[in-house]
């Protein structure tokens, strides 16, 4: 049973460019949410989507965006980098409509913005 | 005020020792609370959800306090493989999980 996947695993992007990231939920699972980890910090919730709608946000401006496909799979997009975004990017999936209970995360992606 | 607040440790103990990490919330309204367990460089796993009444499992037992917002993790007997960042996590509403900046806990021989 795969769990959640993202890719990539490690990137470096300078400021200013784009960047995309890629997460796989946990099968069975159709809720994905995205977050935002830096060093020495809890995860900063970014997002979640289900049905392939964004069903809520976090305080991050719209640099920030997502998508949801029918496969359940998502991405999260961040435009215009900059040095502060520096990160671990971390996927977690549920299931909705079981109520607030276990998040599984992804490995995250780690991004460094020179 | 942050959302959730956690000791800020890092909490240094021998194996064997008792160690107890608190964290508060504030918002009234959350409905649902957890520890979860974060491995250097790893991502978060659950360790266990947190009910009104209290709850353990093995050598962890969690506490609730609503009145006073208040959340404890209690880990007995320490061993060197619970050596890790604990974080607490609260249920602003059905979406959104709110995690604090995590307790560092070194378990040391």
């Known amino acids: 049973d795969a769990g959640v996947t993202q890719s990539p695993t490690h990137l470096i992007k300078t400021r200013g460019q784009q960047v995309t990231l890629r997460c796989s939920p946990k099968s069975g699972h159709d809720t994905v949410s995205w977050y935002q980890q830096a060093l020495g910090q809890g995860p900063q919730f970014i997002f979640q989507?289900?049905?392939?709608?964004e069903r809520q946000r976090g305080n991050f401006p719209d640099r920030f965006s997502g998508h949801q496909f029918p496969n359940y799979s998502s991405e999260l997009n961040v435009n215009a980098l900059l040095l502060g975004d520096s990160a671990l990017y971390l996927c977690?999936?549920?299931?909705w409509g079981v109520g607030a209970g276990e998040l599984f995360f992804g490995e995250g992606s780690r991004l460094t913005v020179l | 005020r942050k959302e959730v607040e956690q000791d800020p440790g890092p909490f240094n103990v021998p194996e064997g020792a008792t160690v107890a990490f608190n964290c508060t919330y504030s918002n009234s309204a959350s409905q649902s609370f957890f520890w979860y367990r974060q491995d250097c460089r790893k991502e978060p796993k659950l360790l266990m959800s947190?009910?009104?009444s209290g709850n353990e499992d093995g050598r962890f037992t969690a506490q609730l306090n609503r009145a006073s917002q208040y959340i404890s993790l209690l880990i007995r007997d320490s061993k060197l493989s619970d050596s890790a960042t604990y974080l607490c996590?609260?249920?602003?509403?059905?979406?959104?999980?709110?995690f604090g900046a995590g307790t560092r806990l070194t378990v040391k021989p």
């Open positions: 996590v609260v249920n602003i509403n059905y979406y959104d999980m709110r």
């Open positions: 947190v009910y009104s």
């Open positions: 977690a999936s549920s299931r």
């Open positions: 989507y289900y049905e392939e709608e």
